[in-house]
DNA sequence: CTGGATCCGGTTTGATACTG
DNA sequence: CAGTATCAAACCGGATCCAG
């Protein structure tokens, strides 16, 4: 291991590494993991899976709330092959596939958990401090 | 404006709200909140915050690796929004701004955390899944 | 009929160049 | 140094279409 801080990209912006002997392959591993897994859809299908246990396609994106079909197809076909869900066929007419969280999903659905109460925990202070923040920059009607 | 929905035929699909009686406006606002938070580059960001402590926009850059000018401001400025982080301009000849985790900021870390150990306890396994879910697909789907 | 693959249009992101 | 401006590329949502 010597040099290995070839930048991978030209321009001068990021990529910078700091001089900390961080092993780079658990870093970016690690770092891909987040990437993957911090996703708005990734946590609220953990979440709805969680709460109901198995499910079937259309019940989980009706109970998940305004998803597309598409974005649900994809972020379950990522989240399988990531082992946080298992994807069961029923070879019946019509259709059936089920939908269960592994272990290891309801692991990661135990530690987002902290997530949800700290979002519960602090919704009117983030509320306040987006109103001061528009006030502040004179026009940012942030309503979604 | 009445009357013109469905204009072929609404689709059936998401918008479908559950018969539970949960406060939809607290619902909502705190399905925004983690829609907001739940970003890899917040994530990221707060990771790299936290660690570091108040830190300068260039050097954050830096340190959080791979992103953009771009996402690097917009994700600041939507945390500062929120209220996660302070964000202090000196008016010196070199522009001097930088960053600092408020305290709700820092309990947002907080409960992340529990998510960056859960990434790093399992990243084996999910590499494992990853390779045997690869393996299952990619022989199987090759057409055309 | 359910699950999901595909095409199209709008939005978001990324990479570069430029400014105070 | 700390951003904006700008254009291309990737992505997302919605609708349609298809297979079992």
Request: contains cysteine; proline residues 5%.
């Amino acid at each position: 291991m010597n040099q290995i801080d070839t930048p991978p990209r030209l321009y001068e912006w990021a990529g910078r590494k700091s001089a900390q002997p961080v092993d780079p392959a658990l870093e970016g591993l690690v770092r891909d993991i987040i990437g993957a897994v911090a996703d708005k859809w990734t946590m609220l299908i953990l979440e709805t899976l969680e709460a109901h246990g198995t499910m079937r396609f259309t019940e989980l994106g009706h109970k998940v709330g305004e998803i597309s079909q598409k974005m649900l197809t994809k972020t379950l076909r990522r989240m399988e092959a990531d082992g946080l869900v298992t994807r069961k066929v029923h070879p019946v007419v019509p259709p059936h596939v089920d939908y269960t969280l592994t272990e290891m999903g309801r692991g990661l659905g135990a530690a987002f958990c902290s997530v949800w109460i700290w979002a519960e925990t602090h919704h009117d202070e983030i509320e306040q401090a987006r109103t001061a923040f528009a006030k502040r920059q004179g026009v940012a009607v942030v309503r979604t």
